[in-house]
């Protein structure tokens, strides 16, 4: 549309509103700010604490263990339950503040023209209609429609992630095939004016601008349950089908074989069901978690969630950002193409240190006049400027363009003092950069004569239109024609430099002192006097390179099975440069869709398009939300990197959000999961692996666990089966002390193993695959289980023929039935202690890996004797656990357990180890 068109489209007029005008408007409009949707009440967040599957059933074990006569084991249950709650609360409760972050975002005040004056006003009083004017370092607070501008760039990264400021223009737009943000002529609420002024007619307040949009999907998404979470909805499921199965099994048991009387066998039946209910498996899942985390921010990966830990382990799918997380996000000269040949610029970032090469030699501007006069010139005909590090800012930082800002760097590398060099040769005039003409222009006094000239215009821009201006080029130092020739090869240079993805500027310069031409009066210079008769110098080819990390990183994601893809808002073919560069894609023609074709794509063809190699460039942060989306709808587990405002929305969607430390903004770091405290992709590895190792490790904690559940479950057994000749050998309190106490360190020390060799070389695990599965059942309760109640069983009655001889009468109460019990409860804690060593490995020795390598199951195997021999010695807990002193003897026997259990299970496992080896030497014969 054409200005006028669009007053008349917001029905306003170049005078602007007036005062009447704008109140009726915000009336109907409303005030122009972020709307902050009802989140979830703390009260309630408090609640679910106590409400997720495992803990009702905890409530319910309690329950159970109050009404079956043992209030001690219910206040016991409940009061984990409670502490966990606690725990898990305030580990949670660090609630997403996304939205804050976007209104920090928002100016306050705003310039506009209303009753035909100059005014300022308070930026929630904006109105559609309203003339507002913008200059140099405003925030602008609206969307709108430029009317007219002198040299207006905008930074746009809130809303791109692409930090090179975008250069307006007033004039009306043919190109139907652009996004919103490519717009020339729109200015967006929450980005910068980098420089230049503009006046622009607001088209979109509050929630109806783009920025609003964004805040509208962050904060429209419910929270969804971690797939950690889910497995232990279904895990407490299967356990809660294991203790009722077990439960109605001994019931049955009780009342037709026994003969119980009813009552007798319901309370008998429903402590089975509470020996059958692993209350130390969500603290224990709970405090790993929390130990895990602690790792990881060691390893600079800071999570906000415990949750999230495990979730990276299930990843299949990266959806990186490029700039600012696979790239440096500083613009860096690698190249100075030449007539007389083409340098290497060494070093990158902002950062001065590297130097220029010419055919493997170093070389500085004494050794060359033409590339001391290409890096002068473009240095000379540039704004920006590069703040060394400090103590606020320990990287360097820009000040304005970062493409103008890395000539300089290049300037520096090839030994040019920047600050002299601006010092000596001063600038007089300068001819803006436009969209039109695609070049810049400054005219310079020179302290040392080129060509017998002190007043030089250098000009830099678009290589095909500053070459077409130039008439001859400096070669070796000497002038001479610019040939059809010389044009062919300066193109060719430039198109092979673009097609890998890298950005050209062509320098050039026009002496002014002896040319008739050229007015006396610098007030009367044009680009159409100045910018013609030109003298072409050279490319200065630059490019955001890649993290020197980035590269191995992606080629452990590839051999994990994990997949990336890249999601910009840069151009399509510096996507794919980057891409193939890095190693995200391997194909020679990768699909490269635009954010335009994106949202002409319906769901099934994209999710059709997802299966294969691609990158999406120019996309807006709906879109970018919207690949997540379908990938998580193919099944997949998708983590999102991101440090823009316009990555918030898919963080927020991903099932694991990564906002970057350092680069990123508030609102990124808000929305997200887990932050990166070095920007540093390759921490996400490491992260994944960590959560990789997370997840084994539950499995380990768990086998562990329901190992002594069975060992718990047969005495009593025993107990019933008999009828009573066999007294109880287990006491319930005893249950209790194994099930919250001796099992509780050894079992957090699994869930800090470090990751098996080989675990990154797997793919991630399959969606829904379960924590208990059939394997883990079958080792934990009829291998590890069925061992540990043999011994247990061993133990009780050899601590009665002890005393009684070989099949003397059993004891049924004083204090050799009290021996008796304490010698089971000691055998089931001796044998968990070779089953912590059993547990650290699946197939391995636990000899190779090192027997006492992981210092915190020492720690609890220590611990577990400890506290039973303060069970056993100490008189007050005697009585409530009904326990007694031992003999030496007993301790002999105890001490012989866990050598039992580690070398029967050692036996095991070389036997597995045998057989894998010779089916794989089978495999191998066949194959050759």
Not at 63 to 77: K, R
Not at 127 to 136: A, F, T
Not at 264 to 278: K, N, W
């Amino acid at each position: 549309m054409t200005p006028g068109e669009v007053f008349d489209r917001v029905d306003s007029k170049p005078q602007g509103l007036t005062s009447a005008e704008a109140a009726k408007r915000q009336e109907k409009y409303g005030k122009n700010q972020i709307e902050t949707k009802e989140g979830e009440p703390i009260w309630l967040k408090f609640i679910k604490n106590f409400v997720s599957t495992m803990a009702i059933l905890l409530w319910f074990g309690g329950a159970v263990a109050f009404f079956s006569g043992t209030p001690q084991l219910g206040i016991a249950i409940w009061l984990v339950n409670v502490i966990n709650g606690l725990f898990s609360f305030f580990q949670e409760s660090k609630a997403s503040k996304a939205t804050d972050a976007l209104k920090k975002m928002l100016p306050t005040y705003s310039r506009v023209i209303r009753d035909g004056t100059e005014q300022q006003i308070n930026a929630v009083d904006l109105v559609p209609g309203d003339i507002m004017l913008v200059e140099e370092g405003d925030k602008i607070s609206a969307d709108a429609r430029l009317l007219e501008m002198t040299d207006l760039q905008v930074n746009q990264s809130a809303l791109t992630g692409e930090s090179n400021p975008v250069r307006k223009s007033p004039d009306q737009i043919v190109d139907h095939d652009l996004s919103r943000f490519e717009l020339k002529n729109m200015i967006f609420a929450g980005t910068t004016v980098s420089s230049g002024n503009g006046k622009a007619v607001v088209s979109a307040i509050a929630m109806q601008t783009e920025f609003g949009k964004i805040a509208d999907l962050t904060q429209g998404m419910k929270e969804e349950k971690s797939p950690l979470e889910k497995e232990l909805d279904k895990l407490t499921k299967q356990i809660s089908f294991i203790a009722i199965g077990i439960g109605l099994a001994f019931f049955a048991g009780a009342l037709f074989f026994v003969q119980q009387p009813l009552a007798q066998a319901f309370i008998f039946s429903l402590g089975m069901i509470v020996a059958f209910i692993p209350e130390g498996l969500l603290p224990t899942v709970t405090l790993s978690l929390a130990m895990a985390v602690q790792r990881m921010a060691k390893e600079h990966a800071l999570m906000k969630s415990l949750n999230s830990v495990e979730t990276l382990g299930s990843t299949s799918v990266i959806c990186s950002d490029k700039t600012g997380t696979l790239t440096q996000n500083e613009m860096t000269v690698n190249h100075v193409w030449l007539p007389g040949g083409e340098y290497l610029v060494n070093g990158q970032g902002y950062s001065p240190d590297g130097d220029v090469t010419l055919n493997g030699k170093t070389v500085t501007f004494r050794d060359s006049s033409d590339l001391e006069l290409t890096l002068s010139g473009a240095t000379l005909c540039s704004n920006a400027r590069i703040l060394p590090p400090d103590d606020e800012h320990p990287r360097y930082t820009v000040l304005g363009d970062p493409t103008e800002a890395c000539l300089g760097v290049a300037a520096e590398k090839a030994k040019i003092d920047i600050k002299q060099l601006l010092q000596d040769n001063p600038r007089l005039r300068e001819l803006p950069f436009d969209s039109n003409r695609k070049r810049m222009t400054t005219v310079n006094s020179l302290q040392r004569p080129i060509d017998g000239n002190k007043r030089i215009a250098f000009v830099k821009g678009a290589p095909k239109e500053t070459s077409e201006l130039c008439t001859t080029t400096r070669e070796n130092g000497k002038i001479r024609p610019l040939t059809d020739d010389d044009r062919q090869k300066i193109m060719a240079a430039n198109d092979q430099y673009a097609r890998n993805g890298l950005r050209v500027l062509a320098v050039a310069y026009r002496p002014l002192d002896h040319d008739d031409s050229i007015p006396k009066s610098m007030t009367k210079y044009t680009p159409e006097i100045i910018e013609k008769d030109m003298v072409f110098l050279g490319l200065v080819v630059m490019a955001d390179p890649p993290r020197v990390e980035v590269a191995a990183a992606v080629e452990k994601c590839y051999e994990a099975n994990i997949r990336i893809i890249m999601i910009t808002g840069d151009y399509g073919l510096t996507a794919e440069s980057i891409a193939k560069r890095i190693g995200i894609v391997r194909g020679d023609h990768p699909r490269v869709v635009t954010g335009f074709e994106l949202g002409k794509m319906s769901d099934d063809d994209l999710q059709t398009a997802l299966k294969d190699e691609i990158i999406f460039a120019r996309v807006a942060p709906e879109q970018k939300y919207r690949v997540v989306t379908n990938l998580q709808e193919m099944g997949k587990v998708v983590a999102v990197t991101g440090d823009g405002v316009n990555d918030a929305p898919a963080l927020k969607k991903a099932d694991i959000g990564v906002a970057m430390g350092i680069t990123g903004t508030d609102v990124a770091k808000e929305a997200a999961d887990m932050i990166l405290t070095d920007d540093n992709f390759a921490s996400i590895v490491h992260a994944v692996e960590e959560g990789r190792a997370v997840f084994d490790n539950i499995r380990k904690f768990l086998t562990y666990i329901f190992n002594s559940n069975m060992a718990e479950a047969v005495p009593s057994a025993f107990f019933l089966f008999s009828r009573g000749l066999i007294a109880l050998p287990l006491t319930v309190m005893q249950i209790l002390s194994i099930d919250l106490g001796t099992d509780m360190l050894p079992a957090l020390g699994l869930g800090t193993e470090l990751p098996e060799p080989g675990i990154m070389q797997r793919p991630p695990r399959k969606h829904g695959e379960s924590l208990l599965t059939r394997g883990i059942v079958v080792k934990a309760f009829f291998w590890y289980g069925a061992l540990e109640a043999i011994l247990a069983m061993i133990a009780y009655f050899y601590a009665n023929w002890n005393h009684t001889g070989f099949m003397g009468p059993l004891a049924s109460s004083g204090m050799i039935y009290k021996q008796a019990t304490t010698m089971t409860l000691g055998a089931i804690i001796f044998s968990q202690i070779g089953n912590a060593l059993n547990g650290r490995t699946n197939r391995e020795s636990v000899f190779k890996v090192g027997l006492f390598k992981n210092k915190l199951v020492n720690i609890g195997i220590i611990f577990e004797i400890c506290l039973f021999a303060i069970l056993s010695y100490t008189p007050f807990l005697q009585g409530l656990f009904h326990t007694a002193p031992l003999a030496p003897t007993d301790w002999i026997f105890l001490i012989c357990c866990p050598f039992i259990i580690v070398g029967i299970e050692e036996a095991r496992k070389a036997w597995l180890r045998h057989r894998d080896n010779r089916s794989k030497g089978t495999l191998e014969g066949e194959k050759a």
